[in-house]
């Protein structure tokens, strides 16, 4: 048992782990085309579900197009797709500064459900002209009814970090 004890206290001392070599920083994929699950925030609802998919061309720098699909919701209704920014990148997201989305940065738009309560539509945004490669933030959505005030959820995500292509 003591040569044991000895060869133990006389090894090597564990190698420095090497440096990573330089490479170019590569953002997973995962953070720069986002699927988003929205489920049910109400209990009147409860089969409801939908999704967002969240992309930046790598084509059209600034651009996001984004399509919300939805079904289970109240047929012939109309809906509107908000999203929340939080730049403080803790995956929780905080912000209340809900923005309703559109055709463009201006011009809401609503997403209509058809006779058995499903429904999509398409949809672009502009990242401000501050953003650049690699800034990241935290996102979330969420389906409101179009008319009522304040705003009545009736699916939402969880929080996704994003990052600017």
């Known amino acids: 048992m003591g040569a044991w004890i000895g060869a133990a206290a006389c090894a090597a001392p564990p190698k420095e782990p090497e ?3 330089a490479a170019k920083k590569e953002t997973p994929r995962s953070l720069l085309d986002l699927d988003v699950a929205l489920l049910s925030s109400s209990s009147s609802l409860p089969n409801a579900s939908g999704a ?3 992309r930046q061309p790598p084509e059209k720098p600034g ?3 984004l399509e ?3 079904r289970g919701l109240a047929a012939n209704a109309k809906y509107q797709v908000q999203r929340a920014v939080d730049t403080r990148l803790d995956g929780v997201c905080t912000s209340r ?13 609503t997403l209509d459900t058809d006779a058995q309560g499903s429904g999509r539509v398409e949809l672009t945004r502009m990242l401000p002209p501050s953003a650049k490669s690699g800034d990241g933030f935290d996102i979330a959505f969420r389906v409101v009814e179009a008319d ?8 939402e995500s969880g929080c996704h970090r994003y990052v600017v292509r």
Request: net charge neutral; hydrophobic share 50%.
């Open 19 to 21: 440096a990573p070599v």
């Open 52 to 54: 967002v998919q969240f």
């Open 63 to 65: 651009l996001i197009r």
């Open 68 to 70: 919300a699909s939805v």
């Open 97 to 109: 500064e809900w923005l309703t989305l559109g055709a463009d940065n201006m011009t809401p738009r």
């Open 148 to 155: 009522s005030n304040p705003p009545l959820v009736v699916l």
